[in-house]
């Protein structure tokens, strides 16, 4: 028999279980991390859609900042100086990212992401909202339908990161140069935003790294370790970083907006680039 009351329905327990009819009887404040999570992934959301969209401030020709919002750019809606690997496409419609090759993928590399699917099933669907609380949801299929079933192709969205990775760090080796725009001339030089744009790098790479699937693709499958000592030494070290992958999820989250508010800063002559060498 099931009744319903004003915690949600209710189903009396399996034999042996004890009859506990609240929802939760934790005492803490267990709403709080569910809801740190919500508002840190809506803020990205919010902000990373609104500048991806916005056409302007992404590029110091100067300097060579790029933003990673806008890498590759590769249509013609681009600043030339921008379009490192070329224009492949014709101006795009507002609606459209101008880095239109890379976002789709580390957007679907980031929503597939082992630690990100807890997040999200916690803090907007509540599934199960926290540790010993209950969810109100009556079904569990798990990831064996559509939608979710797709969830199974972030090993595949893991390759494209990688080379997504790889040319934010050529964009990050550029901005180790600095044009002097009255001679043209190109010399080395580094300022805030040439180490803005290192720490963002090496974030990406930790959470590229760290990634489950990068953890399976390395020892995976593997029945003897010691007949693969070179798999299992990276396995190993993949391992290590694999254990802070929520920490790296949450620190790129952070670099990727700061580095893209200062290029957009710098860019559009609110501040100007603090300069360490040249």
């Known amino acids: 028999m099931t009744t319903t009351h004003d915690s949600g329905t209710y189903r009396p327990p399996a034999p042996g279980r004890p009859d506990i009819r609240q929802r939760t009887l934790r005492t803490d404040r267990w709403w709080l991390p569910p809801l740190a999570n919500a508002l840190g992934l809506a803020t990205f959301v919010v902000y990373a859609t609104i500048r991806s969209l916005w056409g302007a401030a992404y590029y110091v020709e100067e300097y060579h900042y790029l933003s990673p919002f806008y890498s590759p750019c590769v249509t013609a809606s681009c600043v030339p100086e921008a379009s490192h690997l070329g224009q492949w496409f014709p101006a795009l419609p507002w609606f459209l990212p101008y880095a239109l090759v890379s976002l789709p993928f580390l957007l679907l590399f980031r929503l597939t992401c082992y630690y990100y699917r807890k997040s999200y099933y ?6 199960p909202p926290a540790c010993a609380v209950a969810e109100p949801h009556t079904k569990y299929t798990g990831e064996t339908r559509f939608p979710l079933i797709l969830q199974n192709a972030h090993r ?18 550029l901005a180790f140069q600095s044009t002097d725009p009255a001679t043209g001339q190109t010399s080395f030089g580094i300022g805030l935003g040439t180490i803005i744009l290192l720490i963002n790098v090496i974030g990406l790479w930790l959470y590229t790294l760290s990634c489950h699937s990068c953890r399976h ?3 995976g499958r593997l029945k003897h370790f010691s007949k693969h000592p070179v798999r299992y030494r990276i396995w190993t070290g993949v391992s290590k970083l694999n254990t802070r992958h929520m920490l790296f999820a949450w620190i790129t989250i952070a670099t990727l907006i700061l580095t893209d508010l200062y290029i957009m800063l710098v860019s559009s002559g609110t501040i100007s680039d603090l300069r360490i060498v040249n």
Do not use: K, P
């Open 122 to 127: 916690r803090a907007f669907w509540s599934s």
């Open 156 to 173: 595949y969205f893991f390759y494209v990161a990688g080379l997504i990775s790889i040319l934010n760090t050529y964009d990050m080796v």
């Open 217 to 219: 693709i390395t020892g």
